[in-house]
């Protein structure tokens, strides 16, 4: 192509383009441009492009008439009025309490107690679930309000404004539920009063005495305190007096019995830094007597009744007895025989035979002897000890003894004074009834002191 045709084709090209950039500049303008409002009685269609515009209500839309297009304009990326919010958090510190540097600011106090889940006597604590809610008065907070009906928050606003700074005395744990949310309202009235309730579970120190135990009954308390605010700032109290505690029936407890919940209240002192206002929540609870019955007192009983079957078995049969004191006495009985046969036996191979003399007695004692038998002999002196036959040797022996008043009188009195003692059949009849005699004694003395 010739070099002239080139410059005059370019030429052309951008005429066409300058043209065309034109015409779409002048549409933009249009568009861009605010335009006038659409009169009552002025239809759609007698202007070539009519345009409906911003009125007064607040709405927008704007309408192209034309051949090929029709286009509303979004409304809602118009530019918003700032409203003012009822509540005017931003206008006031509220770092500050209520009547600041004025009288003390009261806030009633009520507990409806959910749940009492456990009592432990091993680290003297107990742990309870329940809804505490503050109500107090806030003037800073007060709206105006045709209907006079109040508005409710969650825990978000808490963090913004002024609350009771209540904590538990005596507290080991505690926290404030958060499933799904954190568990917290607060409902601002128009005049300014606040109700501010929070769900807490806590687990706090109880003293116990189980002097009586299991027997005992014990009082528990949860102790309610502002932390900072002395009587002079912030007067707590019980919004309903003992109405203001509140419990659901169906709270139990497998050891204990709750007997009754009521409510108190005192000036707690701190040399430190003063006096402050404290609530008590009190308690008392007592064990179920039922429970330690079956476990404990019945097993026990049965025990001791069935070692008194001991005073009914023989005395020989030394594995079926319980009893130890008839044991060891039958043991030593036993003892004192086998020496004083082997004494005998010695004897009586020693001393020359006395058949013949006069003014003696003789007695045949066999190996089969006991102590009582040879202390039937007291009273004699043995002069002699022969064998009567020494096939017999082993098996007979023939004392003979003489009349002695003196030794016969000391030995009688020995015999008198421990005749309870040796006789062990004795001990089992008195035992029989001794024992149980005791028993029933003792529980008597103990269901009158413990009960």
């Known amino acids: 192509m010739p070099y002239n045709a080139r410059v005059l084709l370019l030429l052309l090209l951008s005429?066409?383009?300058?043209?065309?950039?034109?015409?779409l500049g002048s549409r933009r303008k249009r568009w861009s441009e605010p335009g006038e409002t659409l009169k009552p009685g002025k239809a759609l269609g007698e202007t070539p492009d009519a345009v409906v515009l911003v009125g007064k209500a607040g709405l927008e839309a704007a309408m192209v008439n034309g051949p090929?297009?029709?286009?509303?304009?979004?409304?809602?990326k118009t530019r918003k009025l700032k409203t003012s919010h009822l509540l005017r958090v931003d206008e006031h510190d509220f770092t500050m309490r209520p009547a600041f540097a004025g009288p003390a600011v009261p806030v009633g106090v009520d507990v409806q107690v959910e749940s009492l889940d456990s009592i432990s006597e091993v680290d003297m604590d107990f742990t309870m679930t329940l809804y505490l809610r503050h109500y107090?008065?806030?003037?800073?907070?007060a709206f105006p309000s045709a209907t006079n009906k109040s508005m409710t928050f969650d825990g978000r606003l808490v963090k913004k404004i002024w609350v009771p700074d209540v904590f538990f005395v005596h507290s080991k744990r505690s926290f404030i539920h958060d499933t799904t949310t954190d568990n917290i309202m607060l409902r601002v009235f128009p005049d300014g009063h606040v109700l501010y309730s929070l769900?807490?579970?806590?687990?706090?120190?109880?003293?116990?005495d189980f002097s009586r135990f299991p027997l005992d009954s014990q009082t528990c308390t949860l102790e309610l305190e502002s932390y900072a605010y002395t009587d002079e700032d912030l007067m707590l109290y019980w919004k309903s007096g003992d109405e203001s505690l509140s419990t659901d029936?169906?709270?139990?407890?497998?050891q204990f019995l709750i007997q009754k919940f009521h409510t108190t209240s005192r000036l707690a002192f701190y040399s430190s830094t003063g006096w402050y206002n404290r609530l008590y929540i009190n308690f008392t609870l007592r064990r179920h007597i039922f429970f330690f019955l079956l476990q404990t007192y019945f097993p026990a009983t049965l025990m001791v009744m069935l070692s008194w079957v001991s005073f009914w078995i023989d005395r020989r049969a030394v594995p079926a007895r319980v009893s130890l004191a008839v044991n060891y006495l039958t043991t030593v009985r036993d003892g004192k025989d086998r020496k004083l046969r082997e004494k005998l036996k010695e004897q009586s191979q020693t001393l020359p035979c006395t058949c013949g003399m006069p003014h003696t007695k003789t007695m045949m004692l066999d190996g089969m002897y006991s102590e009582a038998d040879a202390n039937s002999l007291a009273g004699y002196t043995r002069a002699s000890m022969a064998a009567e036959d020494p096939s017999d040797k082993q098996e007979q022996m023939v004392v003979h003894l003489t009349l002695d008043n003196?030794?016969?009188e000391t030995k009688k009195k020995g015999?008198?004074?421990?005749?309870i003692i040796q006789n062990t059949h004795t001990i089992d009849t008195y035992s029989r009834m001794i024992f149980p005699g005791?028993?029933?004694l003792f529980n008597l003395i103990y269901w009158c002191v413990y009960c």
């Open 15 to 23: 005429l066409i383009l300058m043209a065309e950039s034109r015409r």
């Open 68 to 76: 090929l297009s029709r286009k509303i304009i979004d409304g809602t």
């Open 136 to 141: 107090w008065k806030d003037e800073r907070l």
């Open 199 to 208: 769900r807490v579970t806590v687990t706090a120190a109880c003293n116990m």
């Open 249 to 254: 029936d169906r709270i139990s407890l497998s």
């Open 406 to 408: 003196e030794s016969t």
């Open 415 to 419: 015999i008198r004074s421990f005749r």
């Open 438 to 440: 005791a028993y029933i």
